[in-house]
Protein backbone atom coordinates (compact mmCIF):
# COMPACT_ATOMS: atom_id res chain seq x y z
CA UNK A 1 0.00 0.00 0.00
CA UNK A 2 1.43 3.14 -1.09
CA UNK A 3 2.05 5.87 1.54
CA UNK A 4 0.08 9.40 1.78
CA UNK A 5 1.51 12.40 2.82
CA UNK A 6 -1.25 15.46 2.94
CA UNK A 7 -1.00 18.71 5.56
CA UNK A 8 -2.37 18.40 8.91
CA UNK A 9 -5.02 21.66 8.57
CA UNK A 10 -5.48 24.47 5.83
CA UNK A 11 -8.17 27.42 5.86
CA UNK A 12 -9.86 29.15 3.61
CA UNK A 13 -12.65 32.02 3.26
CA UNK A 14 -16.39 31.14 1.87
CA UNK A 15 -16.21 31.23 -1.70
CA UNK A 16 -12.47 30.74 -2.47
CA UNK A 17 -11.58 27.43 -4.19
CA UNK A 18 -9.41 24.95 -2.46
CA UNK A 19 -6.35 22.88 -3.66
CA UNK A 20 -5.11 19.92 -1.07
CA UNK A 21 -1.92 18.40 -2.63
CA UNK A 22 -1.23 14.92 -1.40
CA UNK A 23 2.27 13.09 -2.10
CA UNK A 24 2.51 9.11 -3.02
CA UNK A 25 5.83 8.97 -3.91
CA UNK A 26 5.85 5.16 -3.50
CA UNK A 27 2.77 5.29 -5.56
CA UNK A 28 2.26 1.30 -7.58
CA UNK A 29 1.54 0.86 -11.29
CA UNK A 30 -2.32 0.13 -10.86
CA UNK A 31 -2.97 2.08 -7.52
CA UNK A 32 -5.73 4.34 -7.94
CA UNK A 33 -6.05 8.41 -5.95
CA UNK A 34 -9.68 8.37 -3.78
CA UNK A 35 -10.42 11.15 -1.59
CA UNK A 36 -12.84 10.90 0.70
CA UNK A 37 -14.38 13.46 3.06
CA UNK A 38 -15.31 13.25 6.54
CA UNK A 39 -17.67 15.58 8.62
CA UNK A 40 -17.83 15.28 12.67
CA UNK A 41 -19.49 12.30 13.99
CA UNK A 42 -20.19 10.84 10.40
CA UNK A 43 -18.41 8.25 8.45
CA UNK A 44 -16.62 8.64 5.43
CA UNK A 45 -18.08 9.27 2.11
CA UNK A 46 -16.21 8.89 -0.96
CA UNK A 47 -15.80 12.47 -3.25
CA UNK A 48 -13.61 11.27 -5.96
CA UNK A 49 -11.32 8.49 -7.64
CA UNK A 50 -8.87 9.10 -10.18
CA UNK A 51 -5.68 7.03 -12.41
CA UNK A 52 -4.74 9.74 -14.10
CA UNK A 53 -4.77 13.57 -15.79
CA UNK A 54 -7.81 14.68 -14.88
CA UNK A 55 -11.29 14.09 -13.24
CA UNK A 56 -14.11 16.11 -12.55
CA UNK A 57 -17.88 15.65 -11.21
CA UNK A 58 -20.41 17.25 -9.38
CA UNK A 59 -18.73 18.05 -5.65
CA UNK A 60 -14.31 18.15 -7.00
CA UNK A 61 -11.86 17.89 -8.97
CA UNK A 62 -9.04 15.67 -8.93
CA UNK A 63 -5.64 16.67 -11.08
CA UNK A 64 -3.23 13.40 -10.93
CA UNK A 65 0.08 14.47 -13.27
CA UNK A 66 1.71 12.51 -15.47
CA UNK A 67 4.05 10.96 -12.96
CA UNK A 68 1.21 9.92 -10.53
CA UNK A 69 3.62 11.16 -7.49
CA UNK A 70 1.09 13.82 -6.43
CA UNK A 71 -2.50 14.50 -6.55
CA UNK A 72 -4.43 17.60 -6.09
CA UNK A 73 -7.84 17.89 -4.72
CA UNK A 74 -9.42 21.20 -6.01
CA UNK A 75 -12.72 21.90 -4.42
CA UNK A 76 -14.28 24.84 -5.85
CA UNK A 77 -15.61 28.11 -4.14
CA UNK A 78 -16.27 26.04 -1.23
CA UNK A 79 -19.06 26.84 1.86
CA UNK A 80 -18.84 26.63 5.49
CA UNK A 81 -20.34 23.61 4.86
CA UNK A 82 -17.19 22.10 3.66
CA UNK A 83 -15.77 21.98 6.72
CA UNK A 84 -14.60 18.96 7.41
CA UNK A 85 -11.55 16.17 6.93
CA UNK A 86 -10.34 15.10 4.11
CA UNK A 87 -8.39 12.01 3.36
CA UNK A 88 -6.26 10.77 0.00
CA UNK A 89 -5.90 6.79 -0.55
CA UNK A 90 -3.50 4.93 -2.88
CA UNK A 91 -4.82 1.57 -3.04
CA UNK A 92 -4.77 -0.73 -5.84
CA UNK A 93 -8.02 -2.15 -8.03
CA UNK A 94 -7.80 -5.23 -5.78
CA UNK A 95 -7.43 -4.04 -2.66
CA UNK A 96 -9.87 -3.60 0.24
CA UNK A 97 -7.89 -2.24 2.87
CA UNK A 98 -8.53 1.20 3.35
CA UNK A 99 -5.39 3.21 4.41
CA UNK A 100 -6.56 6.61 5.37
CA UNK A 101 -3.87 8.67 7.33
CA UNK A 102 -4.89 11.65 9.34
CA UNK A 103 -5.92 13.53 6.28
CA UNK A 104 -6.16 17.51 6.12
CA UNK A 105 -8.55 19.31 8.26
CA UNK A 106 -10.07 22.11 6.60
CA UNK A 107 -11.54 24.89 8.11
CA UNK A 108 -13.67 27.60 6.08
CA UNK A 109 -13.96 30.59 7.83
CA UNK A 110 -16.83 33.22 6.91
CA UNK B 1 -32.59 4.58 -0.55
CA UNK B 2 -30.95 3.90 2.62
CA UNK B 3 -27.22 3.83 3.89
CA UNK B 4 -25.79 1.97 5.78
CA UNK B 5 -26.75 1.86 9.52
CA UNK B 6 -25.15 1.01 12.66
CA UNK B 7 -26.76 0.65 15.95
CA UNK B 8 -26.10 1.74 18.70
CA UNK B 9 -24.86 4.83 18.07
CA UNK B 10 -22.98 5.86 21.58
CA UNK B 11 -21.79 3.07 23.89
CA UNK B 12 -20.39 3.17 27.40
CA UNK B 13 -19.31 0.10 29.00
CA UNK B 14 -17.53 -0.30 31.99
CA UNK B 15 -13.81 -2.12 31.98
CA UNK B 16 -14.19 -5.80 31.91
CA UNK B 17 -17.80 -6.06 29.92
CA UNK B 18 -18.62 -7.47 26.81
CA UNK B 19 -20.26 -4.97 24.25
CA UNK B 20 -22.25 -5.54 20.40
CA UNK B 21 -22.02 -3.53 18.10
CA UNK B 22 -24.11 -3.84 14.78
CA UNK B 23 -24.11 -2.88 11.32
CA UNK B 24 -26.44 -3.18 9.10
CA UNK B 25 -24.88 -2.69 5.49
CA UNK B 26 -26.72 -1.53 2.34
CA UNK B 27 -28.74 -4.17 0.85
CA UNK B 28 -27.58 -6.21 -1.70
CA UNK B 29 -23.88 -5.17 -0.85
CA UNK B 30 -21.46 -8.41 -1.03
CA UNK B 31 -18.53 -7.00 0.72
CA UNK B 32 -18.49 -6.03 4.81
CA UNK B 33 -15.83 -4.00 6.63
CA UNK B 34 -14.87 -3.07 10.29
CA UNK B 35 -12.78 0.16 10.88
CA UNK B 36 -11.94 1.09 13.86
CA UNK B 37 -11.27 4.90 14.64
CA UNK B 38 -8.82 6.76 17.33
CA UNK B 39 -9.67 10.19 17.96
CA UNK B 40 -8.00 12.67 15.74
CA UNK B 41 -6.79 9.92 13.85
CA UNK B 42 -7.96 8.18 10.12
CA UNK B 43 -9.90 4.81 10.37
CA UNK B 44 -7.80 1.78 10.15
CA UNK B 45 -8.93 -1.92 9.19
CA UNK B 46 -9.89 -4.11 11.49
CA UNK B 47 -12.12 -7.22 9.32
CA UNK B 48 -13.81 -7.71 5.90
CA UNK B 49 -16.47 -9.83 4.73
CA UNK B 50 -17.19 -11.13 1.52
CA UNK B 51 -21.34 -12.61 1.78
CA UNK B 52 -20.32 -14.75 5.32
CA UNK B 53 -17.15 -15.58 4.97
CA UNK B 54 -14.54 -13.50 6.76
CA UNK B 55 -11.99 -13.73 4.62
CA UNK B 56 -9.75 -11.30 6.52
CA UNK B 57 -8.93 -10.78 10.45
CA UNK B 58 -5.76 -9.73 10.50
CA UNK B 59 -6.57 -5.83 11.92
CA UNK B 60 -8.31 -7.20 15.43
CA UNK B 61 -6.09 -5.65 18.18
CA UNK B 62 -6.74 -8.79 20.18
CA UNK B 63 -8.59 -12.29 20.46
CA UNK B 64 -10.99 -10.20 22.41
CA UNK B 65 -12.39 -8.94 19.17
CA UNK B 66 -15.03 -11.31 16.89
CA UNK B 67 -17.18 -10.48 14.21
CA UNK B 68 -19.59 -12.21 12.81
CA UNK B 69 -22.10 -11.95 9.44
CA UNK B 70 -23.75 -15.12 9.82
CA UNK B 71 -26.76 -15.13 6.98
CA UNK B 72 -24.70 -12.62 4.50
CA UNK B 73 -26.26 -8.84 5.92
CA UNK B 74 -26.29 -7.68 9.54
CA UNK B 75 -22.74 -8.11 10.72
CA UNK B 76 -22.15 -7.72 14.69
CA UNK B 77 -18.80 -6.85 16.01
CA UNK B 78 -18.38 -8.28 19.60
CA UNK B 79 -15.59 -6.65 21.82
CA UNK B 80 -14.93 -9.02 25.32
CA UNK B 81 -13.67 -7.61 28.32
CA UNK B 82 -13.39 -4.38 27.16
CA UNK B 83 -10.40 -2.18 27.85
CA UNK B 84 -9.58 1.54 28.41
CA UNK B 85 -8.07 1.33 25.01
CA UNK B 86 -10.65 -0.23 23.07
CA UNK B 87 -12.51 3.54 22.81
CA UNK B 88 -12.85 4.79 19.67
CA UNK B 89 -15.31 4.75 17.14
CA UNK B 90 -16.35 1.95 15.20
CA UNK B 91 -16.86 2.08 11.66
CA UNK B 92 -18.81 -0.41 9.41
CA UNK B 93 -18.62 -0.13 5.16
CA UNK B 94 -19.88 -1.80 2.56
CA UNK B 95 -19.28 -2.32 -1.14
CA UNK B 96 -21.37 -3.96 -3.77
CA UNK B 97 -18.75 -6.25 -5.36
CA UNK B 98 -15.93 -8.45 -5.44
CA UNK B 99 -12.54 -6.96 -5.32
CA UNK B 100 -10.78 -6.75 -7.84
CA UNK B 101 -13.45 -3.98 -8.29
CA UNK B 102 -12.70 -0.42 -7.24
CA UNK B 103 -16.58 0.38 -6.16
CA UNK B 104 -16.92 2.76 -3.49
CA UNK B 105 -17.02 1.62 0.06
CA UNK B 106 -20.10 3.37 1.91
CA UNK B 107 -19.63 3.72 5.39
CA UNK B 108 -22.32 4.11 8.06
CA UNK B 109 -22.06 6.65 11.33
CA UNK B 110 -20.12 4.64 13.65
CA UNK B 111 -20.63 3.80 17.25
CA UNK B 112 -18.49 6.09 19.59
CA UNK B 113 -17.80 3.27 22.51
CA UNK B 114 -16.63 5.05 25.89
CA UNK B 115 -15.02 2.34 28.09
CA UNK B 116 -14.68 3.50 31.72
Known amino acids: LAKTTQPISMDSYEGQEVNITCSHN???????ITWYQQFPSQGPRFIIQ???TKVTNEVASLFIPADRKSSTLSLPRVSLSDTAVYYC???????????FGKGTKLSVIP | GAGVSQSPRYKVAKRGQDVALRCDPI?????LFWYQQALGQGPEFLTY????????KSGLPSDRFFAERPEGSVSTLKIQRTQQEDSAVYLC??????????????FGPGTRLTVL
Open chain 2, 93 to 106: ASSLNLPPSTDTQY
Open chain 1, 26 to 32: NIATNDY
Open chain 1, 50 to 52: GYK
Open chain 1, 89 to 99: LASGAGSYQLT
Open chain 2, 27 to 31: SGHVS
Open chain 2, 49 to 56: FQNEAQLD
